[in-house]
């Protein structure tokens, strides 16, 4: 009896000594107040991560572009010249058809990308082509869709999606390319606006179609002339692939108030002015006269450009307008300055 007593009190003070825990809980407002402050957290965090994911977007951007320099180069050592915008056989005939009516243009109409293949380690897949034959033939439709990364820019968007190369009704598809977000420059000059069977003597930049410069030819010094830029499929089509005779190149539906191109400009670009504008009209990268035949990106403020020497630049769409032309033309005589690209 004592010792039930005793085990009782025992107890009784054992439990006398436990605390008393009382449960807490967030009242509506301090939740309120712990959500704004990570809310604003995000949003000054936000535009650093966006910003710091662009700028690397736009850095394997420029390392596409060094690499097509590249591949430019070693196809001039090996052939004397660099290539042409894309081929096109003087007069057609045969299998490459009859001549466009209003540009010339005529088979085979592969253009540069196509042709520097064997220079960018896509030798497997230019062994797929067949060069007998025109670009947009039946035989080649399966390979001429292939996606090569070298030529997708990260901020593009649709990169990766096929060109369908169409009529100037923009209703029937002639063919089906793998795009490119990169284009060769043809000078200021947009001598696709002719009807001329030769357009040497008259285009004033390094690519245009059966164009074969030479380092040589470049007499405004290739570190100051412009051989390659961005344009990007939210303003128009482009393609590594080739051209088709009677191809047009349609801006996309927020644009559609600019004119469509003829069919080189699936991948050529110019700057302007042309001999025939008046008033003369200069497209910097951006333009927001929006021409499917200009430098155009997704890159906030301007866009990359390789240089005749290999390098990379960002040119501003601040640019100045006349040194843009300038640095178009492959013998203008005019002098640039070498910092033109921090304007």
């Not at 825990?21 to 704004?36: K, N, S, W």
């Not at 164009?211 to 499929?233: A, K, L, M, N, Q």
Request: with cysteine; charged share 15%; aromatic share 10%.
């Amino acid at each position: 009896m004592l010792f039930c007593v005793f085990l009782r009190r025992a107890d009784l003070r054992g439990n006398s000594r436990r605390p008393h825990f009382v449960q807490g809980a967030f009242t509506l407002v301090e939740l309120l107040v712990v959500i704004a402050i990570i809310g604003t957290l995000i949003a000054l965090l936000l535009p650093a991560v966006q910003s710091t994911r662009e700028a690397a977007r736009r850095l394997q951007c420029a390392n596409n572009l060094r690499q097509l320099g590249l591949a430019m180069h070693n196809y001039h050592e090996a052939r004397g010249c660099f290539p042409p915008s894309y081929a096109s056989r003087v007069g057609g005939g045969g299998i490459h058809g009859t001549p466009d009516p209003i540009t010339r243009d005529a088979g085979p109409g592969w253009a540069w990308g196509a042709i520097l293949l064997p220079y960018l380690e896509q030798e497997t897949l230019d062994g797929l082509f067949d060069y007998d034959l025109p670009c947009w033939h039946a035989d080649n439709q399966s390979v001429v869709r292939t996606h090569v990364a070298l030529f997708a820019c990260p901020s593009a968007v649709g990169s990766d999606t096929p060109v369908e190369v169409v009529d100037q009704g923009g209703s029937r598809v002639l063919a089906t390319f793998a795009r490119s977000c990169y284009a060769v420059s043809a000078g200021r000059e947009g001598p696709w606006a002719f009807t001329l069977d030769d357009y040497a003597g008259f285009a004033d930049g390094p690519f245009y179609r059966n164009s074969s410069v030479r380092i040589r030819d470049i007499r405004d010094g290739t570190s100051t002339t412009v051989f390659i830029g961005e344009h990007h499929p939210v303003l128009s089509d482009k393609t590594w692939v080739g051209v088709v005779p009677g191809g047009w190149v349609h801006p996309k539906p927020d644009y559609d108030f600019s004119p469509a191109e003829t069919a080189a400009t699936l991948v050529n670009v110019h700057s302007g002015p042309c001999r025939v504008e008046d008033p003369p009209v200069i497209h910097p990268p951006n333009s927001p006269l929006y021409a499917v035949c200009q430098m155009f990106s997704q890159h906030p403020g301007g866009c990359n450009v390789m240089l005749g020497d290999g390098s990379t630049r960002f040119a501003s769409e601040f640019v100045h307008l006349p040194t843009w032309a300038a640095l178009s033309s492959i013998n203008g005589g005019e002098i640039v300055e070498y910092d033109w690209y921090e304007q």
